[in-house]
């Protein structure tokens, strides 16, 4: 088989065979096929498509490059949930001590932020000594006593997907639908868990910009899971406005620390509680996702959630001490109030753009190499629909380096007003 037989194949957009999915997967794995040919053939799979059939020989072969986690001494069902990312989304930290708290396993693998959007293992380590990569024996002892344990991914996850990352990345590549599922499922499926639920965003701040797209994505992906044997729905979710009120490291923990002790903004809980219930069902708690809500409500109102995410952070060594003055604990050097300079109603609150404001304060990286300041970020003021009067406050800045007056003008473009009303946007517009 040759390297140039495929790509010519998928540049005139036939269909690819088992085979040859394999044939180049291997080759990216054990570094037979050079980068040029990959880069061609990614290329290809962005102007002619995939169908399910190739996209899920795709996974499954991405799925083979590396370490699959062997969940099987966790007893019970392990759920598992994935968010295609966004700004302010900080459901991880809520969601797993709320189904935890309920009896479900949650042996959950993380990753870190990278330009606009956070990444869940950069938030936990705003905590003070909470430690990312437990032993394989550690991680599973710590699942069966107390339900939860949330790690950085193993190295060597999915291999493959780490090679086509990085060339997607610099050879415009990144926004394929083929592309995305395969990446994110063959992820999922190598983590172990028994039932994904896919938290699907579309908007601004999304990969998908509609919902059709976003739709389409997680159909893809439900497929695929069904094809591999997996339980597997998706929620289709506004990000068209951060998620919350905060982004940032530290700020985020706060606001998730505000949700579990029932203080928290009411999008935030709905989301979680939602999602909750899916998961709870997906793992046969209950035998609707409506009976599964009314469980993880009341394990929140309860604050049994809460006192699960303190052991779970205390189990990974953090210093819950912290949550008791949550004031010092989000305290940065610097901050500045962006004020409003016109009158009007809030139509749109650009998601991705204040993620870059406030990866440029510091919260989050430009490079994979790039160190984080995790008391970092924005407060937001005001959300979608509010009348805003000149000289409201729109949110804070904080940073602990001096906060330049470009970073504040870039903050107040991001929130659009006009004289028209608007209703509230829907936060969920499907669950598949
Ligand atoms: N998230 C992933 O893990 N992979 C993609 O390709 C896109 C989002």
Known sequence: ??????????????????????????????????????????????????????????????????????LTAIAGKKVDK???????????????????AAGAKVAKMSGRGLGHTGGTLDKLEAIPGYNISLTSDAFIKQVNDINVAVVGQTGNLVYADKVLYSLRDVTGTVNALPLIASSIMSKKLAG??????????????????TVEDARKLAETMIQIGQNLGREVNAMLTNMNQPLGNAIGNALEVREAVETLKNNGPKDLEELCLVAAGYMLFQAQFVDSPE????????????????EVFLSWIAAQGGDISVFEDLDTFTHATYS???????????HDLKAMELGLVSMHLGA?????????????????????????????????????????????????????????????????????
């Not at 037979?32 to 996974?59: C, D, F, H, R």
């Open 1 to 70: 088989m040759r390297m140039v037989d495929i790509i010519e194949k998928k540049r005139d957009g036939l269909t690819l065979t088992q085979e040859e999915i394999k044939f180049w997967i291997e080759g990216v794995t054990n570094n037979t096929i050079p980068e040029y040919q990959t880069s061609a053939l990614l290329m290809a799979i962005v102007l002619k498509g995939m169908n399910v059939e190739e996209t899920t020989v795709l996974t499954e072969a991405m799925l083979h490059s590396g370490d699959i986690i062997d």
């Open 364 to 432: 989050g990286r430009q490079t994979k190499e790039d160190t984080i300041d995790y008391k970092a970020g924005i407060m937001l003021s005001q959300e979608v629909g509010n009348k805003i009067e000149v000289g409201d406050v729109l949110a804070t800045l904080y940073s602990d380096q001096e906060i330049l007056e470009s970073h504040v003008q870039d903050a107040v473009a991001c929130f659009e007003i006009n004289n028209d009303t608007i209703e509230k946007p829907e936060l969920i517009a499907a669950i598949l």
């Open 336 to 346: 500045k109030e962006v004020i409003a300079n016109k009158e009007g109603y809030l």
């Open 291 to 306: 009976k599964g809500y009314d469980m993880a409500l009341e394990t929140l109102r309860s604050g049994k959630a809460y």
């Open 192 to 209: 172990g868990a028994d039932c994904i639920l896919l938290d699907v965003k579309y908007g601004e701040g999304a990969f998908m910009k």
């Open 82 to 100: 994935h968010s295609t990312g966004g700004v302010g989304d900080k459901t991880t930290i809520i969601l797993s001590p709320l189904v935890a």
